[in-house]
């Protein structure tokens, strides 16, 4: 071979090619090695942002479950603001009934929201409509918000009966968004991070953190987020595969000259070196490939402990997890019991010194572990422990789990269920609930009370025996069939089923119950709840109105005959005094004709006055009648139009209207159903009170008018007559009271209470405004209900 140029030629051909070989497969170790990065910051990523949004998931499951079973109503804000200190990576809480949201918390800053429908609104229709078809939580944006900012939206509908209500929804802003989820974006970071979605309106990608620029040429990773159909994006920015193993490739090639050198005296070792080359890199490539696939399969820090020195060896995801770096500090056992919580260090060392002492294999503990930024991160240490042949541990091998997210919402959880039972105990309505086998699972303390006793773990066929449930009338027992809590769980719905509690100590109480059978989206039966109001006190005071109601109407009976006799009295009283007035004015009448010639001039003074005495004692008697007849109209309520009846009262004192030059006006007038005969004798009254009292020095100028409110017609009458001192205002509204003497002024004074008491009897009001000299305004107020 050494003499044949050609075949050696061929020989260092091969063996230049074999050589390259560990480059090809170095480069490719190294890529995968890169690849792995990637798909392990992608999946970090991911958790964190699960992680980040399962604070959202338990507070809008929290008000899905009060607002479904119980209706938060005026309670909003303060389980709000319990939900917000609890969570503070949640910048606000709202609840959307439909699709417009009726409530927002904390208000300030977010006013702008309340009644806006988002079912309406294209930009936030979509993916509120996918929340509703998924019925679970779904986040929508990063989009601009309606009280300004950016932020994303997560929406837990609602359903009550199994219809559509509303959605408990949480607003947390982008940049707190990016925070929590611990995105890091800047440009020492080895990898570029984009987070996008598919606009459903445009079909177009959007695009939500800052682009890249620069040409990028690492491993790219996309994943599904399917809380909000989010992809996260992750790239390496550069790739050092190919920098890092050309140096190799220039001494391969180094290397493969001089061998090929050698291959002229040496024509046996070609062959034995690639048969080496080709077993060694058959071993790393499945080296390799193993060790891909298991750092694919998990994010856990994986960790090689010998014993015997002292060190350990851990994977690069150690530094991710915590923070600390990888380096001989952090490669001791030292070290890692260093960084265990002070109150879980105890039992942790005691359980391994334990550990290795025994002839146990496996081992797994839990405790927390103190993360470089000095914050502790909850982890399972789980390992596998390799023993000489006397047993003793020389080595371990093991992987350590970040379990934080879980264990915050276990934490979350156990306060969820404190805050939810304490909520039930302060209720003031009886509460109890029984799973899907019947068994009483939970009672507050309002049904304790009710009841008397403790809630104990009765199956269904005792519960009218233990419970004492009897019918609405007190005396029969209820039957198992129409036990309100049983009917729920049955799947019957029940609203305010009345029924009576008999307590041990003999007392009862009236109680309305209503209950539903509680069951899952998917339909599985998990039980049934009833909700108990104690109306024993209510049902007590209903009875003292009854009867308080039904001697109020005795009352009005008698005071309404009392009412008919003295209306009678009066116009009989009236009438029957009338006979003697016109004797005696006859009388008057015939002794001073017949005796006009014997009567001095004093006589016939005393006749005068005797005469016009009578005639004002008539006057008063008609008056009086008049007054007596109030609210016994024959005439039916018709539709009147009120401009009619002013002409018609204007017609009736065309005389003195005409003497006294007085100028009548109104505007127009409405149609009202009353009865004609006294709506005309009001404006009867106060017309002619008008004209009546007009001062000396001008003609009688009246203007009548009327306002509409939502209740009543307001009508008023305005004069520029004398007026009236305010301190008879309220006077002269009684019956005979007269302001000024006879001479001056005509009349009984009784106008003014006819009007009085024709108001008041359809429940109106009248008043007067006057100012001395210059005139008064009298109003009335007739209300439609009494129409």
Partial sequence: MFRNPIITGILVFILITGLQYFTVKDYDLKKKTEEQRVIEQATILEKQISGALANSISTT????????????????????????????????????????????????GNEEVIGYNILEDPKTKYEAERAIEKQQLYFAGPFELKQGGVGIVGRNPIFKNDEFWGFAAVIIKFESFIKVANIDISDKSPFYIQLSKVNPESGQEEYFLPNNNAELDGFKQTILLREGDWRITVQLKKSTAFKEVYPFMVLRVVLSMIL?????????????????????????KLSNERFTLATRATSDAIWDWNILNGEVYRTDNFEKLFGHPIDSYSGTGEFWISQIHPDDYPRIEKDMKDFLKSKRVYWEAEFRFKKADRTYAYVVDKGIVIRDEDGTAIRMIGAVEDITKRKEAEIELENERVFLKSMLENLSDAIIACDQSGKLILSNHAARVLHGKDILDSPPEDWNEDYGIFEADGISKLSLENIPLYKA??????????IIIRRNDGSSRIVLSSGTPIITASGRKLGAVIVMKDITEIRASEQELLKLSQELEMRAKKLEVSNEELEQF?????????????????FLNRLEIKYAQVLDAKAKEYIFYATDGAKRMRQIILDLLEYSKVGSYEDKKQLIAVDQVLKNVSILNRRII?????????????????????????????????IK????????????????????WVFSIKDNGIGIEKSYLEKIFIIFQKLHPKDLYEGSGIGLAICKKI???????????????????????????SL
């Fill in 759 to 785: 108001v008041d009897k359809y429940g109106g009001k009248i008043w007067v405004e006057s100012t001395a000299n210059e005139g008064s305004t009298f109003y009335f107020s007739l209300p439609k209900s």
């Fill in 61 to 108: 499951r929290v008000l899905e479950y009060i607002e479904r079973n119980y209706g938060i109503g005026n309670d909003f804000d303060s389980i709000a603001a319990e939900l917000l200190s609890t969570n503070k990576f949640i910048d606000a809480i709202q609840l959307v009934e439909g699709g417009t949201i009726i409530k927002t918390f904390p208000l300030e």
């Fill in 693 to 712: 009292y007009h001062h000396p020095d001008r003609s009688p100028e009246i203007r009548i008018a009327y306002e509409e409110t939502k209740d009543s």
């Fill in 570 to 586: 009066a116009y009989v009283a009236s009438h029957d005094l009338q006979e003697p007035l016109r004797t005696i004015t006859g």
């Fill in 658 to 690: 005409k003497e006294k030059k007085a100028d009548i006006t109104w505007s127009e007038m409405p149609q009202i159903y009353f009865q004609e005969t006294p709506l005309q004798q009001i404006f009867q009254n106060l017309i002619s009170n008008a």
């Fill in 489 to 498: 769980w049955k799947g019957e719905t029940i609203i305010n089923q009345e």
């Fill in 260 to 284: 090929g050198y050698l291959a002229f005296y040496v024509t046996s070792l070609p062959a034995y070196l690639s048969r080496k080359v080709e077993e060694q890199s058959q071993e790393i």
